[in-house]
C-alpha cells in the first residue's frame, strides 16, 4: 500500500524552536571548552575576549531562531503556490521486519 502526502505547511515558530535549540547545544559544545583551554593555556589575551566566547553560543542560536523562521515563511508561501513537497510512502504490512530481512537474505543467496 503506497500513501501520498503533501508538506503544505510547516509552523515557522515551532521549527525555529526546535532547530535553534538544536544550534545552541552543538555550538555550546564546541564553544565553552575551546574558551576554557583558551583561557587556561593563554597569558596575554584580555578578558573580554573570553567573555565574548561565552555569549557566541546564544548569537548563533538566534540567528537560527529568526533564520529557519524565515525558512518556514518562505516554504509556506511557496507552497501555497506549488502544492508543496509530495511524499510517497509504501507501506508493507503483510510482512514482519524479520520475515522480510529473510527474503532479501533467500534471495541473496539464489542469485
Do not use: D
Not at 32 to 48: E, I, M, N, Q, T
Not at 67 to 89: K, P, S
Amino acid at each position: 500500500m503506497r500513501i501520498t502526502s503533501h508538506i503544505t505547511s510547516i509552523h515557522p515558530g515551532q521549527a525555529a524552536k526546535i532547530a535553534a535549540l538544536m544550534a545552541l547545544i552543538a555550538v555550546l559544545a564546541a564553544t565553552y571548552p575551546l574558551a576554557g583551554a583558551a583561557w587556561a593555556f593563554s597569558v596575554h589575551l584580555p578578558r573580554k575576549h573570553f567573555m565574548f566566547l561565552l555569549f557566541v553560543p546564544f548569537f548563533y542560536a538566534l540567528a537560527t531562531y529568526l533564520l529557519v523562521a524565515l525558512g518556514c515563511v518562505l516554504y509556506n508561501l511557496a507552497a501555497r503556490a506549488t502544492g508543496g513537497i509530495r511524499i510517497e510512502i509504501a507501506h508493507n504490512t503483510n510482512h514482519t521486519v524479520g520475515e522480510s530481512a529473510l527474503k532479501i537474505a533467500e534471495g541473496r543467496r539464489a542469485a
